[in-house]
Structure formats: structure tokens, C-alpha cells
């Protein structure tokens, strides 16, 4: 709940002024600078996501299912607002699995239209993804298979049909994919799920005067829908009681379009310790952590006893010039954290963690460029039976990306982690040295990716690259592309997705 209706209507007023003779009350609204410092209340206890529930199949995989259906959430006082969710009525459970596990899914489709999962960040067949080749119809039934092979990460999973990806994640379409690893676990983290080792999906919403979700755009706006309240795992000003010398956060950016700066309110310092992709090399102490939509990073906090804090999003360097309009100014309170009395466990972290990205100076099979401006990348939208260029398998490529107007964008690659080798030249900020799969692009400047591509060769079903900002992904900005096998042509999309 929030403590300070009279200052928002102030807001209001000054915001008003810059887009008159605008359109209509929402991008009025809009107009206004947010800030929430010490103005939330912190009545809630953090909501954990469960762990989803699997059973083991006939083949010794673990198999999960998972119900996508329609259904009513209690945010706030008042109405209850009609959401979507997974297994529940808003967002899903967080999936577990040890990589080396074949894992399996039922994913059953109970809304009235087709709606599909995409594994974000996961390392798969094509066919398996979840992209908008593989939408679910509803009633559907789709199921798909594959053994996690990949390092410990924190992954997620989200719908993904192409044109409506935005509005099916805003209703509430969104979890947690956690993978695990013996080496991950060797490192004696903070590991106990919803204690020490905690799951934070961080999104914004604008609710109307009916507590129903509303996806307002600002006047002028080009990013999309950006929300005036920060729920996180669908609790809005949430606490959470702290038990423990050290917590680890594993924060997600669930939210459509908005960009978060994260920090304390007491501008504490923390450690990053993994990225999109897993583990960093080694701790990087800072006191602010950008994280655009898509991107993950597990941080570790430290404590003291009978303390309270809020985790805060500060404002941004990378408005430009509407940036006002789009959150970019914008202060906002998102969790409290309320130490006990005494705290448990180490106050110390591993100086070393994950193996470092090694892509850096071998062999390069291809290099290609993109260029995104316009709901478009290199001047083309994304055509649903058009596969833009075939990669080797076994090979190492550098794709170098930048984004070409004023506006914020990310790209994201399906399939693969990648490692940032550049930024305008230069050797990436700590933040990017971990494996990724999901950059920030700064205006203006050339992010150089070198990605291997192993595994699941399938010459007619693509992956998916994409600005990860999603009304820019649903209006065109996305390609696809396939991975070849030795000898492989670049084939043709199947024109049928239908998997009842
Ligand atoms: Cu998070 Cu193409 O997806
Ligand atoms: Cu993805
Ligand atoms: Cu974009």
C-alpha cells in the first residue's frame, strides 16, 4: 500500500503541463515523475514462488505440468484484478532442475486463446523452445523434453506468440527456472530456496480506478508499458525477514518495458556474483546494478543484526530524450528487508565462483551485424516464415549489435550464453564480463557477442533473436535463425504449429 496519494496528484499537476494537447488521461498520468522513497508502507510479506512439484516418467525423466489458465488476483484493498497465471492465478511456480536431468513438461493451455512457454535462457532444441513456432492452441497440450546441460543459472520462462508476447506477460504469465549444478552448490552460497536464496521477480503495473491491470502507454512513449507501482513475485510493498549474515537475491527483470538501477536505500554495497548465463568468476562489489527487461542477476547482500533497509531502483543515465516520460527519473521503494535480532550462517563469500566466459581470441567462423532502429533490426521485421541466416554447429561467431536511435533496447539471443567482448571497443564493465544472454544497449554503441553454437542442429526450426523490450519485439524488432549441421542448407519454417 501506498502512504501518499497527495504528492502523486501534485505529480500529476507538473507532469501535466509538458504534454497538453496530448491524448488521453493515461499518458497524462504518465507525464509525472515517480518517486516512492520512503513512502511505502511495507505491509506484506514477500510472497515466494513454490517450487514446482514434477514426477519421474517412464524414461527416468522428471516431468512437470503445468496449467496456464485465467483467474482473479487480490493485489491491493478493493477488487480483486483479473489476471493470468501458471499452476495459480498470477505468475507460476519456480521450476528446479540439476543439470544432466532430462526433464519433460506437459504444458496445457486453459485460456481462451493460444498462448505458448519459452524456456528464456535455456540451452535446447528448437523445436523445444517455446518461441512463437511452438504456440500452445488453446485447450492444447504440448509437451516438451530435453536434458539441462548448461552450468547453474537463474533462467525463466514466458510466453512468447508473436504480436501478443507483451500482453500475455503484463496479465501475469511468468516464473522462475532455476538450474542447478555440483559446482554451484560446492561454492557454499546462500542456497536455502525462500531463507537465504531468494527469488525476485521485479515488474511494474498501472492499475485502473477498478484495480484492473492497464497497459498505458506514455504519450510519446516508444518503449511500451511503464507501471506507477513495483510488485515483486506479485506482491506489492513487500518485506521480507532476514535471518541470515548473507542473503542472495535472485532478481529477475519480469517487467515488460521498464529499465531498473538497482541499489539501497542506504547505498550499501553488495556482490554480483552470477548473471543471465551463471556464475561470474569472481564477486564484483558495487552499489548499483542496472537490469534492462529479461536480464537476471543473483546478488548477495550482507546484514546486521536488527537492521532495516529497501532495496530501491534509482534513477537512470540511459533516458535520452523522452526519458522522463518512461520511468528513466524515477525513484521507487521495491522491498524492505527487516534483519532479526541475531543472524545465522557465514559473513563471508568465496573469492572465486564460475569459470569466466573463454571466447575471446580463437577462431571466429562468421561475423554479422545488427543494427536495431524502428521496431526493426538491419531494416526488417520479423517475418514468421522468413529464417534470416543459418549458424554452423560447433562454431564461434561474433555478432556485433548496436542500437541506432534514441530510444532504450536489449537483444537477446535464443539457445545460446554469450560473452560480451566489447563495448565500443573497449573491454565490457564487471556487470558484463559473466556469461549473458541478455545485453543492455547503450545509444550508440557497438557490443561485440561472440557466441558457440553446439547441440541441436534442425535446419527448418528457428531460434529466435530479439529486443527483449517487448512491445518493440511484438511490433517487428526479432529474427530468427537456425543451426546447421554439416552440410545443412537453411530450410523452410513448417507452416503448422499445432500441437493439441
Ligand atoms: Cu525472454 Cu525470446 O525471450
Ligand atoms: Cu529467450
Ligand atoms: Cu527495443
Given at each position: ?91 507460476g511456480p519456480t521450476i528446479r532442475a540439476r543439470r544432466g536431468e532430462r526433464v519433460e513438461f506437459a504444458v496445457h493451455n486453459g485460456l ?233 550462517g557465514d559473513a563471508k563469500l568465496p573469492a572465486a565462483l564460475g569459470a569466466a566466459p573463454d571466447l575471446a581470441g580463437g577462431a571466429v ?136
Amino acid at each position: 500500500m501506498r502512504r501518499r496519494t497527495a504528492l502523486k496528484v501534485f505529480g500529476i499537476g507538473i507532469g501535466g503541463a509538458f504534454v497538453l494537447g496530448g491524448g488521453g488521461l493515461g499518458a497524462y498520468y504518465f507525464a509525472a515523475k515517480e518517486d516512492t522513497a520512503g513512502e511505502i508502507a511495507f505491509d506484506t510479506a514477500l510472497f515466494i514462488p513454490s517450487l514446482a512439484e514434477s514426477e519421474s516418467g517412464a524414461s527416468g525423466a522428471r516431468v512437470f505440468t503445468l496449467g496456464i489458465q485465467p483467474g482473479e488476483t487480490r493485489f491491493k484493498d478493493g477488487q480483486a484484478t483479473r489476471t493470468w497465471g501458471v499452476n495459480g492465478t498470477y505468475l507460476g511456480p519456480t521450476i528446479r532442475a540439476r543439470r544432466g536431468e532430462r526433464v519433460e513438461f506437459a504444458v496445457h493451455n486453459g485460456l481462451d486463446q493460444a498462448t505458448s512457454l519459452h524456456w528464456h535462457g535455456m540451452h535446447l532444441p528448437a523445436a523445444m523452445d517455446g518461441g512463437p513456432h511452438q504456440t500452445v492452441p488453446n485447450g492444447g497440450t504440448w509437451k516438451p523434453r530435453w536434458t539441462i546441460d548448461q552450468p547453474a543459472a537463474t533462467l525463466w520462462y514466458h510466453p512468447h506468440v508473436h504480436g501478443s508476447t507483451a500482453d500475455h506477460m503484463y496479465r501475469g504469465l511468468t516464473g522462475l527456472f532455476i538450474v542447478d549444478d555440483e559446482d554451484a552448490e560446492a561454492l557454499k552460497l546462500p542456497s536455502e530456496y525462500g531463507v537465504d536464496d531468494v527469488p525476485m521477480i521485479v515488474q511494474d503495473r498501472a492499475f485502473d480506478g477498478d484495480n484492473q491491470f492497464e497497459e498505458r502507454v506514455p504519450l510519446a512513449g516508444s518503449l511500451g508499458v511503464i507501471g506507477d507501482e513495483i510488485l515483486v513475485n506479485g506482491t506489492i510493498g513487500p518485506y521480507f525477514d532476514v535471518t541470515t549474515r548473507l542473503v542472495r537475491l535472485r532478481l529477475l527483470n519480469g517487467s515488460n518495458a521498464r529499465l531498473y538501477n538497482f541499489g539501497f536505500s542506504d547505498d550499501r554495497s553488495f556482490s554480483l556474483v552470477a548473471t543471465d548465463g551463471g556464475l561470474l568468476a569472481k564477486p564484483w562489489e558495487t552499489d548499483r546494478l542496472y537490469l534492462s527487461p529479461g536480464e537476471r542477476a543473483e546478488i548477495v547482500v550482507a546484514f546486521k543484526p536488527g537492521e532495516r533497509v529497501e532495496l530501491r531502483s534509482y534513477p537512470s543515465e540511459y533516458g535520452g530524450a523522452s526519458g522522463r516520460l518512461e520511468g528513466f527519473d524515477d525513484r521507487l521503494d521495491i522491498c524492505q528487508f527487516r534483519a532479526a535480532g541475531t543472524l545465522s550462517g557465514d559473513a563471508k563469500l568465496p573469492a572465486a565462483l564460475g569459470a569466466a566466459p573463454d571466447l575471446a581470441g580463437g577462431a571466429v567462423a562468421a561475423e554479422r551485424s545488427f543494427v536495431l532502429a524502428s521496431d526493426q533490426i538491419n531494416g526488417r521485421s520479423m517475418a514468421m516464415d522468413r529464417i534470416d541466416f543459418g549458424v554452423r554447429e560447433g562454431t564461434v561467431e561474433v555478432w556485433e549489435v548496436t542500437n541506432d536511435n534514441g530510444y532504450l533496447h536489449n537483444f537477446h539471443v535464443h539457445d545460446v550464453r554469450f560473452q560480451v567482448l566489447t563495448v565500443d571497443g573497449k573491454p565490457p564493465e564487471p556487470p558484463l564480463r559473466g556469461w549473458k544472454d541478455t545485453v543492455l544497449l547503450a545509444q550508440g554503441k557497438r557490443y561485440r557477442l561472440a557466441m558457440r553454437f553446439s547441440d541441436h542442429t534442425d535446419p527448418n526450426m528457428p531460434y529466435m533473436y530479439h529486443c527483449h523490450l517487448l512491445q518493440h519485439e511484438d511490433d517487428g524488432m526479432m529474427g530468427q535463425f537456425v543451426v546447421l549441421g554439416e552440410g545443412e542448407q537453411v530450410g523452410v519454417v513448417p507452416r503448422t504449429h499445432d500441437h493439441s
